[in-house]
């Protein structure tokens, strides 16, 4: 006969759960109340709960790349604004001051019960599809950052309940579709007010000193779980490399060295080698390497011990991060760092993955297809005379792993959305989806099949400016095991029937009638062919 949980292992449970609805409601909130497909349709937000000090007690079920960072952006708004009175929200997106990159704006605010004590915060993070800069989308091919947009240190976007209205009309005078980044903005102080209403009630229900000290324990049975699953893999260091294909301005391949120091319960990471930050927007800042270190630890823990951490995933107490000076893993101002948020980010998630494989070959599968495929396109929308601006990652191969195939064009690791679909793209934008489907034999060969890539064609109505960023566009994501690497993945550019093979990372203009094709890599094979497999084919 199992023995029954104790009713405070039983209570904490039940905040466990309570502070994870309150993320997915906010979340839920936002998407309905959002004007952009990028967000309503393919959910590229994410909200959180964080306790008095700004530690993270819950993340919802977003994406991987925000919410590892969101605790620096609350840090820094706690370090630059201190006390946060009742309805204060602070917006803020300076990749060097808490930020990721420009497009990813984040407001937060704190959370008092009715007699005033603070119980906590809770943020919202949204990809925004324009924030300015040299290109429509606002992820342009740049040399430094004051050519990709906006730049917002934590500042009030409300005071005691008001509106900063100087500060509204000024990120609204500097973006391209000021109506949708406005309705985006308001979608996410309603998410923050959907979380401070929730955890108002669990409180008030709960108890307060209660629900404080479930948080405090929260955080601490995450730290002791990550420990324990570290304690299972072998002692030893491991060490693995990989590369950002190019920059865009010349630059590759871009070496990501680590070195993974693990003794019983702590791991050491450490990017020594890795390339000094370079011209084009595949540097990195600090918050987006933690966030894919945090990530990639997270899913190694939660395999060896067959349970899920707690949603906040702890404090990482047990991880040390080193990274060199002025590198692609942690980026000086003014460094260009639009594609360190979604390439980057995937390579050290690649890297990480890689170098966990030499301790843990049983358990980690091949490479996933390791680019988010990022298309950005603006221009003038003949059906209302008005500015329009489109962003959009597409999905890939899903490496293949130790229990069976890899998925088929989905979002994989840092990304956790959804592709757009063709009827909300029509209708939202002047484009005709001419193909859309699965590259079929794309993922890589092995006893588990990779994932297949996807094909997505877009003819372009109007005149138009594009940006590509993308990598394995050169080699495909590595199998392991024996497996095969996935296809890599293809630009094309078909023009009256003629297709023009385009780099990686390339911004240029297109006439009524071009077609933009986004072909994306397969996933890597998992292991060898079976001998007697070979000899039937």
Known sequence: MSQSRSPKAVSLEIFRHLFTALCEEMGATLKRASFSPNIKERRDYSCALFDSSGAAVSLG???PVHLGAMPMSVEAALAEIGKLAPGDVICLNDPFSGGTHLPDITLISAVHEERGELLGYVASRAHHSDVGGSTPGSMPLAREIFEEGIRIPPVHLYEAGQLNTSLWKLLLANVRTPVERAGDLDAQVAALRTGSKRLCEIAQRRGTEETLTAMEQLIEYADRL????????PDGCYQAEDWIEDDGFGSGPIPIRVSLNIEGSRLTVDFAGTSPQVPGGVNAVPAITSSATRYVVRCIVEALLGEPLPAGGGSMSAVELILPE??????????????GNVETSQRITDVLLQAFGFALPDHIPAMSQGTMNNTSVGGIDPRNGEVFAYYETVGGGMGAGPTGPGLSG????????LNTPVEALEHAYPYRVTHYGIRRNSGGSGMY???????????????????LLCERRTSGPPGTQGGKAGAPGENVLICDGVERHLPGKTSFTVQAGDIISIRSPGGGGWGSIPEESRHES
């Open 61 to 63: 079920d977003h994406m």
């Open 226 to 233: 990550v420990e324990a699953g570290l304690n299972i893999v």
């Open 326 to 339: 002025s590198s692609v893993v942690n980026a000086d101002l003014p460094a260009s760092v639009a594609a």
């Open 410 to 417: 989905v979002h994989c690791h840092m990304s956790n959305s």
């Open 449 to 467: 099949q990779g994932g297949d890539g996807l094909r997505r064609d877009l003819m372009l109505l109007v005149p138009a400016r594009v940006t």
